[in-house]
């Protein structure tokens, strides 16, 4: 049985979507109206949610991409820093959860709201 399945599910020769961009863009999609609907729930205001998303998705895929390179590319980060900078290097999820993390404590800190509540 040979398990080797292409990574490109559409490929439109300008641009390939691969099945883990379109899974990660899905679970993106659903915590934002997840989030949404528990901030509306808890009385929170309307921007909320934008504000929080914007904070987190940049922090998460800067923390999956750099634990990508500290730990799954050391030698070749460390010889060409640059590399932090090139688009479609690797994503590491353990980064995505802390950058995803730290981009709540961002917005906590900021709108003086509890990071455990």
Known sequence: ????????LLDLKIVKLRYYSLLF??????????????????????????KIFIRIVISLVIGAHLVHLIF?????????PMRIFEIGSGLASHGGVLGALFGLWLFCHKYKESFFE
């Open 25 to 50: 863009a899905t679970g993106l999609f659903a915590a934002y109206f997840l989030v949404s609907k528990f901030l509306r729930e808890k009385g929170l205001p309307n921007d909320y949610p934008d």
């Open 72 to 80: 799954y590319e050391p030698s070749a980060f460390i010889h060409n």
């Open 1 to 8: 049985m040979n398990w080797n399945i292409d990574p490109v």
